[in-house]
């Protein structure tokens, strides 16, 4: 069973930037996509981001395309993502997620989850 363990969130004030980190246990780290979600409040979790195993192919929510970049290391078991021109409704705890395929970039095909960690941006 996977390991994940993310890393980096904060308190931002609006227009900052951040970057999430997420630490895989493991030696099939590099075989698999992986992705980010996201939970708000009293909302339901909400794709953010997604890679493909070699990192050749993304995926981003309408939400975050142009500020949000998903990248990885696999010599590291790393998944990153860099929040610039952060909002107020980026608030949410964010997930890392583990694909079920190396190459399934769909919201849907993500399975393993981190614990989450929080981001807070203020206006």
């Known amino acids: 069973q996977v390991q994940l363990v993310e890393s980096g969130g904060g308190l931002v004030q609006a227009g900052g930037s951040l970057r999430l980190s997420c630490a895989a246990s493991g030696r099939t780290f590099s075989s698999y996509a992986m992705g980010w979600f996201r939970q708000a409040p009293g909302k339901e979790r909400k794709f953010v981001a997604a890679i493909t195993w070699s990192g050749g192919s993304t995926n981003y929510a309408d939400s975050v395309k142009g500020r949000f970049t998903i990248s990885r290391d696999n010599a590291k078991n790393t998944v990153y993502l860099q929040m610039n021109s952060l909002k107020p409704e980026d608030t949410a705890v964010y997930y890392c997620?583990?694909?079920?395929?190396?190459?399934?970039?769909?919201?849907?095909?993500?399975?393993?989850w981190g614990q989450g960690t929080q981001v807070t941006v203020s206006s």
């Open positions: 997620a583990r694909g079920t395929t190396g190459w399934g970039l769909h919201p849907s095909a993500f399975g393993s």
